[in-house]
DNA sequence: CTATTATTCAAGTGATTAGTTGAATACTAA
DNA sequence: TTAGTATTCAACTAATCACTTGAATAATAG
């Protein structure tokens, strides 16, 4: 103690919070938990990471006091500690998107609608999906789109997205929308279109941001899915 | 790229903020950074590490974005690169101290003067410097003490510290303070007086946070000092 | 020019990390 | 109890990291 001095062990105590963002899987295992909870194998399959691997980054953010636990039954959730892990995830991107010229052309050049969606209004958005120019995909689970959804998106949650990319058309703009800026599914959703040749982008917001800018909101009858 | 999917190079990017946060001694250099541009050979002396051991861990900030360097004859200014960079280490901070028990340990029992100070009224802990059972040191610089500091606080810059040692009563109650909670030369501060023996704590707040709650201040003729 | 100073580069070492694999530990259901 | 499932542990490899050392760049002064 005396030796590494007081001030030293205060530092490395901050580092492992930053060592634990330091690690793309790790940070995405946070993305995914700062949606909802999680039990290790789903987040092992949305990572797209062996369920070991999985639990032992869960352990290293544990440990840095980044996420808890909970055992129910045969499965442990984990969670996010507490909101101020989210304001961190949330500033570390800020600072990324910001600072590394890299980030900006990755988000710029092959996910984000920017230049072509921006600066029109949205509700001009809205006008092109009922010319048909404009395709909408909400990638978000089932119940959460019947529960409201941006008008005239299609709901099309990952899993599904395989066996439909054959219906869409080459030709026309594809938009996909997720949780909110911190949702991942969409640049999953963004990426498989690509490699089909589709044109695709992500909006850089969510469903939420969607809903506060007071645009409309489309809701499913509860008959209709499930 | 289409390897490892460029969703995994985003975060692979993100990663990288993180990882320049992960490690002691470059969070103590963005430290100081906070408080302002420093060259390297400075840097190296603040945080006790050699000057090409320093220079290496700017280089690794530099390319996590997070500081930015111009050069002025012979020598080498590095500062933050922004403020959002002081917000992160200020939440990265907070986490930590939020979340990891052993943080909350150590500054409890070994640096802050907490549980003694925090309930009496800072304007009491005047009347008892006066009467002489605290006294107060400023480890700031000369030339910031000089532009104001708490009134009868001795300036204590932290080169000096091990000359004046002796000099301190230890009966007396010692409390340090420097230029707010990002500064981290108090800590060295009050480390050396521990290791003397002497009761030695450490000012939550700094000179900027004492002003601001309107608490009197003093100046030092101009002509005293330098 | 040469000498000096501040910083960076390059190479090497020991320690740590991410990832894999396979076994061990819980918990549940039958 | 036994069988099956979800998670964690333990051991191992290749890659990366922190730090040291000594040499290589620059910029300046004489």
Redo the contacts between chains.
Sequence with gaps: M?SK????????????????????????ILEFLAQSECNVEELSKLAGITVANTSQHLQQLRQ???VSSRKQGLKVYYSL??D??I??LS??????E???A??DQ??DN??TVKDSLEPLPREELLSRVKQGLVTIIDVRPAFEYDAGHVPGAINMPLDKLDDQLADFDSDTEIVAYCRGPHC?LA??A??KLR?QGLKASRLEDGFPEWKIAGLPVEKTNSKLNS
């Design positions: 005396s001095g007081v001030k030293q062990l205060l530092f490395e105590q901050f580092a492992r919070v930053g060592k634990a963002m330091s690690n793309a899987n790790r940070l995405e840095a006091g980044l500690s507490g101020d892990v304001e961190l500033i570390q991107r800020k600072v990324a910001r600072h590394i890299e980030v990755l988000i092959f996910l991942v640049y999953d963004v990426e490699k």
